[in-house]
């Protein structure tokens, strides 16, 4: 197995145990490593680096090796001031002393630490739950809140650019495929109205960035609930995983998704959409989480447009969907057919519940 010898050429001590496939992650392909001494075990997380997602995996490894060893020092600095042990995972270096082992295909590995007795769920559990998700990112957008973006590669260009998704879906219109997926079906046409009548307003946040009011930040790109590790033995957010993502961008976009994600019971597949809503409970123990930490680096003009990053965020996500739905479902995995047409509807009726909302979620964004 393949796996199996890639994993002895990582700086482990002991023999290799087993090499397990997870089953875990919708990009790389990932592995649990067992290596046992006659007095020990260590178990770490072996991945090959998915490169039709990601292009240049030296870029990842040079982001992450930046970042991890930035807030390693930030955490051991404020480790006696903490309520709780902070994790982060660290690279393992393979034997040559590179972070990454190249095989005969030209495919990257890579080997991560593991973190050790948390876990996490697809699903937000409770309020206690949704306050520690906010937490975890404040947290983490804090201690590398000083770490210059330019250090890091941006590694996946036009992320949660929300114009450019537009764009894509204008030139997948303009094709046969894209005429004949539109008139497929009422709704289809119905998301293409919704998205239609917010044209304008869907680069609100490009459009404050360009104007010198919000500023690029190192940001984790992924901040969805089953990212969010919570500690066994003591209930409280430990670490955020699933690294890949970070690099400069909008603070807004990881504080966006992170609502968006969790804020919705239904989830993303629902296909009732009268179950789908915005929870403006869970929005509020989010939000409490988050500021607890973000107050340390946040800007009055970044509080500006924390309500848009919601709602956009969730928009854009419905446009995503929709635009692959019209190019022939040529990104997103699918089981079924219009299953992202689907997807689509259920972010977009998330968005509109999200405007019917505004005033109660600028309300809980202006006294947290």
């Known amino acids: 197995m393949k796996a199996g010898l890639i994993a002895r050429e990582f700086d482990v001590a002991g023999r290799l ?49 930046v970042f991890t060893e930035h807030v390693h020092r930030r955490l051991e600095d404020e480790a006696t001031r903490s309520d709780r042990i902070w994790q982060l995972p660290r690279i393992i270096p393979a034997k040559d002393g590179q972070d990454f082992v190249l095989d005969g295909d030209g495919e990257y590995w890579r080997a991560i630490s593991l973190i050790a007795s948390a876990h996490s769920y697809e699903q937000v559990q409770s309020i206690e739950h949704a306050h520690e998700a906010g937490f975890v ?66 680069s609100i946040l490009e459009d404050a960035k360009a104007a ?65 809503l915005f929870d403006t409970d869970l929005c509020e ?28 965020i969730a928009f854009e996500l419905g446009l995503r969907f929709f635009a692959d739905f019209i190019a022939g479902d040529v990104y997103f995995k699918t089981r079924f057919d219009g299953q992202n047409l689907n997807r689509a509807r259920v972010q977009l009726k998330l968005t509109e519940s999200i405007e019917r909302r505004e005033k109660q979620i600028r309300q809980v964004l202006e006294h947290c």
């Open 285 to 312: 123990a989010i939000v409490r989480g988050y500021m607890a930490q973000a107050q340390d680096f946040m800007t009055d003009a970044d509080r500006e447009y924390l309500f848009d990053s919601i709602r956009l």
């Open 212 to 276: 010198g009011k919000l500023n690029l930040r190192p940001v984790h790109g992924d901040p969805k609930i089953s990212n969010i590790m919570i500690d066994d033995a003591t209930g409280k957010g430990t670490c955020i995983v699933d690294l890949d993502t970070v690099k400069p961008g909008l603070i807004h976009y990881d504080f966006g998704d992170c609502l968006r994600s969790c804020c919705n019971p239904a989830g993303e597949e629902v296909l009732d959409l009268n179950r789908v």
């Open 137 to 202: 990112l404040g947290h983490f957008q804090r201690v590398i809140s000083d770490l210059p973006a330019d250090k890091l590669h941006d590694t996946l260009e036009g992320f949660h650019i929300t114009p450019c998704y537009l764009a894509n879906l204008d030139a997948s219109l303009q094709t046969d495929v894209g005429q004949e997926r539109l008139k497929s079906s009422i709704e289809a046409e119905r998301c293409h109205r919704f998205i239609e009548e917010r044209r304008e307003w869907c």
């Open 17 to 65: 145990v087993t090499v397990e496939n997870t089953g875990e992650g919708n990009v790389n392909d990932t592995y649990l490593a067992v290596f046992r001494t006659t007095f020990s075990e260590e178990r770490f997380i072996l991945q090959r680096i998915n490169r039709k997602v990601f292009p240049n995996p030296a870029y990842i490894m040079e982001n992450m090796r």
